[in-house]
């Protein structure tokens, strides 16, 4: 049997690929399984829930409608426990049997700036890192980790292997094939770099499937309707997508026997999904805060909320994305009924976090982009105008739950929200910005979008 070995074992990855590879057994091909494990001391009581259930789990699937059902998922037939040393992780990398090595580990944690380099100075864990995979430490990051797993699989001759990224990042194969390459300069092992360039492929894909962090509810539903008492069970929307460069080295399932477009580009799948999908996401949760809702569905039922994305998609980013093979207007509609399904109980902090990769990864690019075109932007302007009240919230402690922002400098966003011209200070961050960083057309749209985001909470207060 072949191996795909995920780094990442959270929701999202249990929901989405390791359903595509359940479905393919379903059908009698067993050929292919997963196994998986984090670089990170994380999940851990997730984590012993899978070990004690030998990989099983429950996906509780709801759709718009609100009707459930319940699978249980049975393709990862090992999972890993965290050790320091990560000695069992790369023993699985380095087995010629793991013919793909898959990774699910969020924006940020691939610590690239807006020209795709290695940030090193934003990041101290991506430092500590290089620093430790030079002493013979194992890696912790994504770029350490793979570093560790590649170096003993050229080491025993294992064969090539596919780099195969499962995260929202654009261009993801290639950008995160970089960051590791730039990784491995730094390092200065020229033999691992010739070995990765040679033997390695890393695909670009497009993931997609609501899925919220599982709470007790969850457990309780999946006991009453299976009798199991699963510890590991999760929930998704029933939407599921996944669109998949097909550049891979050493063989692959047939994913397209289970509804997986394999193409030979992702990019135009890839826009759409960032653009019309994740930026709306952020938006409706950030907006969703400002005014005390918990839940994406609350915002996106919330008519001035849900027309703020909608203006937003119609307004700039369909122009940007055109011609398209998608039909991005009913991609739109579709997206917004999926944010408003009150089944899903996905919550603003998981959908808001992130901020300082999201809006130069999701956003910007679509005000780039209508600055190109000589075209106003000032639909698109509302939505970090929405996050620059938001972050004046945190300053002043007032958000009501944990915001978590690996990009994040916090004395720096600290600094934007005391300074005596906010917005000012807001366009003149270049993680956020980039080369538009205070760019007078993006001041100009952002001081116009911070009235609006003013006067709509204001509003809000009122009823």
């Known amino acids: 049997m072949n191996t795909i070995l ?15 590879i359940h479905q393919l057994h379903q059908q009698g091909d067993n050929r292919w399984s997963i196994t998986g494990g984090n670089l990170r001391p994380d999940m851990l009581e997730t984590i012993e829930a899978l070990q004690a259930q030998q990989g099983r789990y429950t996906l509780e699937t709801v759709t718009p409608q609100g009707e459930r059902t319940y699978t249980r998922i049975e393709s990862i037939q090992r999972v890993i426990a965290y050790q320091e040393d990560l000695a069992p992780l790369i023993a699985v990398g380095a087995d010629p049997a793991t013919r793909i090595i898959s990774f699910t580990v969020t924006e940020a944690g691939y610590y690239l700036d807006d020209k795709n380099q290695l940030d090193w100075e934003t990041f101290p864990d991506l430092r500590g890192d290089l620093t430790a995979v030079q002493s013979g ?9 793979l570093v ?11 064969g090539p292997v596919t780099l195969m990224n499962c995260d929202n990042l654009r261009h993801n194969g290639e950008r995160s094939r970089g960051g590791l390459l730039q990784f491995i300069d730094a390092l200065g092992d020229e033999q691992l770099k010739q070995w990765v360039l040679e033997n390695t492929r890393s ?35 029933s939407f599921i997508q996944w669109v998949i460069e097909d550049n891979f080295i050493a063989g692959r399932p047939e994913w397209e026997k289970v509804g997986v477009e394999m193409v030979n580009s992702v990019q135009a799948y890839e826009e759409a999904k960032i653009r019309l999908l994740n930026a709306t996401h952020s938006c409706i949760a950030w907006a969703g805060t400002l005014v005390g809702y918990q839940y994406i569905h609350e915002g996106t039922q919330d008519p001035v909320i849900r027309q703020m994305a909608y203006d937003y998609v119609t307004d700039d980013a369909i122009p940007v994305l055109l011609p398209c093979p998608i039909d991005l207007e009913k991609y739109r509609d579709v997206v917004l009924d999926r944010f408003a399904n009150p089944a899903i109980q996905d919550t603003n902090q998981r959908v808001a976090m992130d901020a300082f990769s999201k809006i130069p990864g999701m956003i910007a690019p679509t005000i780039r982009d209508r600055l190109a075109q000589g075209g106003s932007f000032d639909s698109v302007a509302v939505l970090p105008a929405l996050f620059l009240a938001y972050l004046h919230r945190w300053h002043l402690g007032e958000i009501p739950y944990t915001y978590q922002d690996q990009a994040m400098d916090a004395a720096a966003a600290h600094a934007i929200c005391e300074a005596s011209d906010t917005v000012a200070a807001y366009a003149a961050d270049e993680t956020l910005w980039g080369e538009m960083a205070s760019h007078p057309q993006l001041v100009d749209a952002l001081r116009a979008a911070d009235e609006r985001v003013q006067a709509f909470v204001s509003q809000h207060a009122k009823t």
């Open 6 to 20: 995920h780094l990442g074992l959270g929701s999202f990855h249990r929901a989405h690929q390791a359903v595509y």
């Open 137 to 145: 430490l194992a890696g912790h990051t994504i770029y350490g980790g």
């Open 148 to 158: 560790s797993i590649l170096r003993a699989r050229m080491a025993a001759n294992a």
């Open 203 to 237: 695909p670009n894909a497009m993931v997609d499937r609501i899925t919220p962090r599982p709470t007790p509810d969850v457990f309780e539903r999946v006991k009453e309707a299976t009798g199991w008492d699963d510890r590991a069970a999760i929930m998704g929307e």
